[in-house]
């Protein structure tokens, strides 16, 4: 899996973790039906290979984790419903305690034997767990006597919070089986990857993915662009995009990203190497009821919203797609919550799970859930899908990560 490319940090399987408290901070920030129920288990399921590691040697294993963006206790967003899903994947009983630290968590380990699991109370219903207090972390651990932590929320590992900085100040901290593995395919897959290596960026904010163009401006051999973020590296060049999403004041970031282009590759190839569409799928209206209509650059009417990129660039695209060795995914290219601006999203999913000898890398958030619901939750059509968004974001740009570089270093 790492192929040339390391890890230095120690993993759960370096430490004498046998019939151990064990502490595992995992990623359960699941979605969530209007009645509560659990939309989408993604998350969870990519969790059982560290837990089942940890009960396969007798730990008590006490499970911290976070769901949504609470303002203090909102008992909708307990993780209740996480625990009851949970003991149905692993087929144990999973005790679900309502707080994370505290005598109610203390009783709770005192009275669990090895080989249980113990799931505490969404962490953010305490102000001090984002506030990366170190008082939170401690009590976390004192309530439950953990002898380890074990940081395995990859999609958490780009914030320095309680439970991925704070907490490593007072437990002997590692790296889980999905970190470590999060870890060495995203970074493989920028740094030593099968070539040809083509990027595909979408999304919508230019500033959030200006470090991962930069970074693949350096590493890819094709970077392909699509959705909001087209639209507003096109309005920068000067391309009428209508009433179309862009971001205003891009210019000079956009023509930094140009230069270094064109000091790559030469003037005369920036439109083979960073290729932007060169025609749109628009409408008048987002909704679901949105006529999709394409249209070449300089159709384009004053009242329409390039929503997607159009049939002729999709085309384009897939045949630079089957050519490549490595294909690393961040961003829809469309507006893909509606099925007819989700066409060149579907035709990339379709695109690369035909074909096995890519390496299919899909960054997380939005590109994640998408290609999730295209495949009916079938991961194994790609390489690796991440169960990190931010995260992915951050590592693919070359950003440390807090909660991976807060680790134990693994020996020289």
Known sequence: MGGGVSFRKLSIRDVPIDRKVILVRTDYNVPLNSDGTIRDDFRIKASLPTLRFALKRGCTVVIISHLGRPKGHQPELSLAPVAERLGDLLSVNVTFVDDCRGDRVKSAVRKSRPGEVLLLENLRFHEGEE??????????????GARYLVQDGFGAVHRAHASTSAITN????????????????????????????????????????????????????????????ANTILAAQGVDVGASRIEENQADTVNSILEAVRA????????????????????????????????????????DLALDIGDETITDMIQTIKRAGTVVWNGTLGYAEIEAFAHSSARLALALASQESTISVIGGGDTADFVMKWSNNDRSLFSHV???????????????????ESLLNAPK
Do not use: C, M, W
């Open 170 to 229: 007072y437990v002997p901290s590692v790296a889980g089986l999905l970190v470590k593995k999060e870890y060495l395919h995203l970074t493989k897959a920028i740094e030593k990857p099968k070539r040809p290596l083509v990027a595909v960026i979408g999304g919508a904010k230019v500033a959030d993915k200006i470090g991962i163009l930069e970074r693949f401006i350096d590493q890819a051999d094709s970077i392909i662009v699509g959705g909001a973020l």
């Open 264 to 303: 790559k590759v030469g003037p005369n190839s920036v439109d083979k190497f960073l290729v932007l569409p060169h025609d749109l799928a628009v409408a008048k209206s987002i909704n679901e009821t949105a006529k999709r209509r394409v249209v070449r650059l300089g159709e384009i009417e004053t009242d």
């Open 386 to 404: 991440s169960t990190g968004g931010g995260a992915s974001l951050e590592l693919l740009s070359g950003k440390t990560l807090p909660g991976i």
């Open 131 to 144: 506030a990366n207090s170190l008082d939170f972390a401690k009590s976390i651990v004192e309530a439950t």
